[in-house]
């Protein structure tokens, strides 16, 4: 538990101080992020996470739509609100309009949906949830060209997960 709140903590003041940046307007946030993000933002992705990431394409795979590319930030993004979730103790959407304004200053995105869930053990278990669910499914079907994903445990092992996708 040490580890998940110092990791939160540090994703917080890293959060904190990636929006705070100005810039004299969105056009230029957006370039020079973009310019720079590849060679200084990184996410480690957990085997579980990735499995997500790859299930999710094989399935888009079999409607014959593109891939989607993971990008760090939108799974940094995934993954501030997994720890919100864990502390209120409740799955949500709340302050999805935080991360929709976050991703479209810091990435360019142009739409943004997400997906969450909570207590499935595997990876197979929470995507195959989302697909057996409309919505859910509809944004993994989306109109999308990146996504990000992050899986945080609770004290009692249960996992609590958050898919975030955009279209740039």
Not at 10 to 33: G, M, P, Q, R
Request: with cysteine; glycine share 6%.
């Amino acid at each position: 538990m040490k580890k998940s709140t110092l990791r939160f903590i540090v994703l917080v003041l890293l959060t904190v101080s990636t929006v705070s940046c100005a810039k004299e307007s969105i056009e230029e946030e957006v370039n020079s992020y973009n310019h720079t993000a590849e060679e200084k933002v990184h996410f480690d992705y957990s085997e579980i996470e990735n499995t997500i990431l790859k299930l999710v394409n094989e399935h888009r795979k079999t409607l014959d739509l593109k891939p989607l590319q993971p990008i760090a930030e939108i799974s940094f993004e995934a993954e501030s609100h997994n720890y919100y979730m864990l502390e209120v103790g409740k799955v949500s959407h709340d302050n999805f309009g935080a991360r929709y304004e976050n991703l479209v200053k810091t990435v360019g995105a142009k739409a943004v949906s997400e997906n969450v869930g909570y207590g499935y053990r595997t990876a197979d278990a929470v995507v195959k949830a989302w697909l057996n669910s409309k919505g859910h499914k509809e944004n993994i079907e989306g109109n999308h060209s990146h996504f990000g994903v992050s899986v945080v445990d609770d004290a009692n092992g249960r996992n609590y997960f958050t898919n975030i996708f955009i279209r740039k």
